[in-house]
């Protein structure tokens, strides 16, 4: 279909009801074209409706929930169309959080059993104590988190949260007139030498505020995720988890601290579906 004037792709004539036929090419198309909708048998009201529920529900909605609120006809439909609208929440804005007098906290949490279990430290040494489970690696994924006081965040599961790793998110993604506030990590160190401050609270001595100084927003927001993983999704494969993350990163980049309400929400996520496209092979739905 080719043309710039909407309004006139649109008065060409349809073959049944919401498909239409453009004058310049002559080609068939409907509303879902060019969106994640797209090529689907699922009826768009209920797109609607579920992009709705994703976005309404602080902690997620399961895929089985979908499919008993929706009258879906499968699990695997269900569990597709989330991924879908987790699809059309990708944020695309690559502006960098804080500025200025402002507060950015960095952090990292970890989340479920990798798909490949580490054999070295992130520092790159092997596992040679055992952990309190008997087992020589800590099975967990690793995600980071940026979160600007009051304001947005940047979340990212990654595949081995080392000091190469984290400092390349957090310089490619905070202003560096940001004050930055973390834990006592050596992750983060040297990070004084690239930000207007680097400031920590020391947690391994029980300290979590010092002043203004704390991670407790980035905090916050691993509080939520985890409720969420646990409570509504509880199993989560490692090449998901990323999706997830998104989702939860949507939500709190589009809540109501920052004057966005449930329905102002979808729409911003119904807004974020054009120009997106997941396919089955891409979701990997036969794995699910």
Not at 19 to 33: D, G, Q, R, S, V
Not at 135 to 149: D, F, T, Y
Not at 270 to 276: A, L, M
Request: glycine residues 10%; contains cysteine.
């Amino acid at each position: 279909m080719v043309g710039d004037d909407q309004s006139t792709l649109l008065k060409g004539k349809g073959t049944r009801p919401g498909l239409y036929k453009c004058k310049a090419c002559a080609e068939p198309f409907t509303a879902t074209i060019g969106t994640v909708y797209e090529d689907s048998k699922v009826p768009l009201n209920k797109w609607l409706l579920a992009t709705h529920l994703m976005c309404a529900s602080k902690k997620g909605i399961s895929a089985l929930q979908l499919q008993r609120e929706l009258a879906l006809g499968s699990y695997r439909t269900a569990w597709f169309m989330a991924h879908r609208i987790r699809e059309a929440m990708i944020d695309t804005d690559d502006t960098p959080l804080g500025g200025e007098g402002k507060v950015v906290e960095a952090d990292e949490t970890y989340y479920g059993k990798p798909a490949i279990t580490p054999t070295v430290t992130t520092r790159g040494r092997p596992f040679t104590k055992p952990n309190s489970k008997g087992g020589k690696v800590r099975n967990s994924r690793p995600v980071v988190a940026l979160v600007e006081r009051g304001g947005k965040a940047k979340v990212f599961h990654v595949a081995v949260a080392d000091k190469a790793t984290v400092s390349a998110l957090v310089m490619a993604n905070v202003d560096p007139a940001t004050r930055l506030h973390t834990d006592e990590s050596r992750l983060y160190t040297g990070a004084a030498d690239v930000f207007a401050s680097h400031e920590t609270v020391k947690h391994s001595a029980g300290e979590y505020a010092r002043g203004d100084v704390n991670t407790n927003s980035a905090e916050g927001f691993f509080g939520v995720f985890k409720k969420g993983m646990k409570g509504v999704y509880q199993h989560c494969s490692e090449k998901h988890l990323n999706r997830y993350v998104t989702e939860f990163g949507f939500r709190h980049n589009t809540r109501i601290a920052l004057g966005i309400n449930d329905g102002e929400r979808t729409d911003l996520a119904i807004k974020g579906t054009i120009g997106k496209r997941l396919t089955y092979v891409q979701a990997g739905v036969a794995n699910v």
